[in-house]
């Protein structure tokens, strides 16, 4: 079963977003679904997710998927993906987008902040690799997996080619 951050439930009760009648519904429906803080919050209603988004950034001070692409320099690389099944990506809650090779810093979108699952599941594949966290709703990670998987169908059937920047990266 995940544990509800105490800093998130902490965040949106000072906020106003949840009561503590509210907490118990959500900790019930956690405990019968298995589901993270914001799925159940999402479940009944009571914050939206880019509401929980927001707010999860700030109590983290981890950047969200939109803030860090609007920063200088900072491109998604669908290649990284490749290194995992689809499956895993979404039942994880994860995709690592960029990599940083003068660092080892491996920048991946999750929709779960400091979920060991993930962590996991990336040493498994790149043991070296300090990754680094930016937030996105289920929504922007589906999306993500989406567009990688018909990147791949399209270059695989020849209908899409890469500009030769592109080809360097991978």
């Known amino acids: 079963m995940k ?12 906020k106003g977003y949840l009561t503590r009648p509210q907490l118990h519904r959500v900790k019930e429906l956690q405990a019968q679904t298995s ?17 929980f988004l927001t707010l999860a950034s700030a109590v ?7 803030e860090w692409l609007k920063s200088s320099g900072n491109v998604l690389d669908f290649s990284l ?7 895993e ?17 491996l920048v991946v979108v999750v929709t779960e902040a400091d979920n060991q699952t993930v ?9 070296q690799a300090q990754v680094q966290e930016i937030l996105a709703t ?17 270059l695989q059937e020849g ?12």
Do not use: Y
């Not at 993906?81 to 499956?87: H, M, P, R, S």
């Not at 979404?90 to 660092?103: K, L, N």
């Open 81 to 87: 993906a490749k290194a995992f099944k689809t499956q």
């Open 35 to 51: 589901c993270s803080l914001g799925k159940a919050l999402w479940s009944l209603n009571l914050v939206s997710k880019t509401e």
């Open 60 to 66: 983290t001070n981890l950047p969200t998927l939109t």
């Open 119 to 127: 962590h996991q599941t990336i040493q498994r594949v790149w043991q």
């Open 89 to 105: 990506l979404i039942q994880c809650g994860f995709f690592p987008c960029h990599w940083q090779p003068e660092t080892n810093h």
């Open 159 to 170: 209908q899409l080619t890469l500009a030769p920047s592109c080809v360097e990266l991978l």
């Open 138 to 154: 289920e929504d922007q990670l589906l999306n993500l997996i989406v567009e990688k998987n018909l990147q791949n169908q399209l």
């Open 3 to 14: 544990q509800f951050s105490t800093k998130m439930i902490a965040a949106f009760l000072a």
